[in-house]
């Protein structure tokens, strides 16, 4: 498939195979949506994790064994978070790139479109598609050296004074169970191989461009530093956890060993829910809730990234009226069930295409503008605390877009204390 153009920028869909672990006979096909400037240097990429009611296709298997026989499109190819998701206004805005990946997880194989959440391999997933993009670019053929130097679209990669790389910062984010599964590429690749290698998510991924293909690309471990996603924030909308091990534990053991990581890395760390919002909210949608009160302290999602370790940099704020699917961009019918709950009257929460979903954006915006102008170093605590980004957002109506922000005893942004 050739780039779509789309005035100063290109929109490319790429179709691959991974294997997460050359140890282990184990693969996914893959699917990355990905938004860059034409001119060909983006100065940074955001990889979105989308959330698994997005795209459901009941007759998963027919689809794909009729894909094989006519040569069309994997049935991967007719999910489109894109359409959901469209923050290309703040990526455009800052000349960064955005990147959606799709791929096959499951709680069950009988239903492999599905993840309910508690499985860190779409985290996993994010991060090898990540590095596959900064390395290789939008292309499909990795083993093709013309192609692969015509595919690259970010900044060639710059050093700061203490050699850290800028050509490859990647903002992770993420809704729903994708919000969740961000929190595990946000932890990056050494972080991730071990975690996994001590929970049976075993992760040293090589990416196949076919099903039956005896070449593919070195293990990630074989990679240089500057060829590999390295994190730059973390951006969770509504995390859910929605298994969180109590299905299946040992297959199935959640986020929390990656959101313990996560509260002592010295990194932008954001977490929004919505005050309507039981799916992420509820304990019997997510396990753990993403968020409980200013005095939980061991118990939910942002409990476990702020408190597990002294000086966390997790943050969090809740929107009031927010539901679970008003930062979408198009409405979903399977998502909008997520939203008939009992935390508030369903006809006064935000629904998709609307406030909720322009205030996402000009959120994004912000949070770019403050890890683009930290640059490769990062920045102090002091500097997240109280930088551009937190004066925009820790306000009664931040931005313009007319959405309110529940008020915490310590502002409307809420840090460990």
């Not at 195979?17 to 955001?46: C, H, R």
Request: charged share 15%; proline share 6%; with cysteine.
């Amino acid at each position: 498939m050739h780039p779509i153009e789309v005035g100063y920028y290109n929109f490319q869909r790429i179709y691959l195979w991974l294997q997460y672990s050359d140890k282990l006979p184990l693969f996914t096909e893959i699917v990355i949506e990905v938004f860059y400037p034409n001119d060909m240097n983006a100065k940074g990429l955001v990889m979105f994790d989308h959330g698994f009611l997005i795209g459901t296709d009941l007759l998963f298997y027919p689809d794909l064994l009729l894909s094989k026989i006519t040569h069309k499109d994997t049935p991967l190819f007719q999910v489109n978070p894109s359409r959901y998701y469209n923050y290309s206004k703040a990526a455009v805005d800052n000349k960064w790139a955005l990147a959606f990946v799709t791929t096959c997880h499951q709680q069950f194989d009988s239903m492999p479109w599905t993840d309910f959440g508690g499985s860190p391999r779409v985290g996993q997933a994010a991060y090898a598609a990540a590095s596959y993009l900064i390395r290789y670019g939008a292309t499909h053929k990795y083993d093709d050296p013309k192609a692969v130097e015509n595919a690259l679209f970010l900044s060639p990669a710059s050093k700061s004074a203490n050699g850290n790389s800028m050509g490859n910062r990647v903002i992770f984010a993420g809704h729903s169970v994708g919000g969740a599964h961000a929190q595990a590429a946000a932890c990056g690749f050494e972080a991730l191989r071990e975690i996994g290698g001590n929970t049976y998510k075993h992760y040293d991924p090589i990416f196949y461009n076919g099903e039956v293909c005896p070449k593919h690309t070195p293990p990630l471990s074989k990679w240089d530093a500057s060829e590999m996603a390295s994190a730059a924030g973390l951006l969770q909308l509504s995390p859910v956890d929605g298994a969180g091990g109590k299905i299946i534990p040992v297959l199935a053991p959640g986020m929390k060993p990656y959101r313990e990581h996560l509260s002592g890395v010295a990194m932008p760390n954001l977490m929004v829910t919505g005050a309507c919002d039981s799916a992420c909210l509820s304990a019997s949608n997510s396990n753990p809730p993403a968020w409980i009160s200013v005095e939980d302290k061991t118990t939910s999602q942002y409990a476990q990234m702020a408190y597990t370790k002294s000086n966390a940099w997790a943050a969090t704020c809740m929107v009031e009226k927010g539901s679970h699917c008003g930062y979408l961009s198009d409405c979903n019918e399977l998502c909008s069930m997520a939203d008939n709950a009992d935390l508030c009257d369903p006809k006064t929460t935000y629904k998709a295409a609307g406030a909720e979903n322009a205030f996402t954006n000009e959120l994004l915006d912000q949070y770019i503008k403050c890890v683009a102008t930290a640059g490769a170093d990062g920045c102090s605590f002091d500097e997240w605390k109280n930088g551009s980004l937190m004066q925009w957002l820790n306000n009664a109506q931040p931005g313009t877009s007319g959405v309110s922000l529940k008020a915490f005893p310590d502002g409307y942004v809420h840090f460990p204390g």
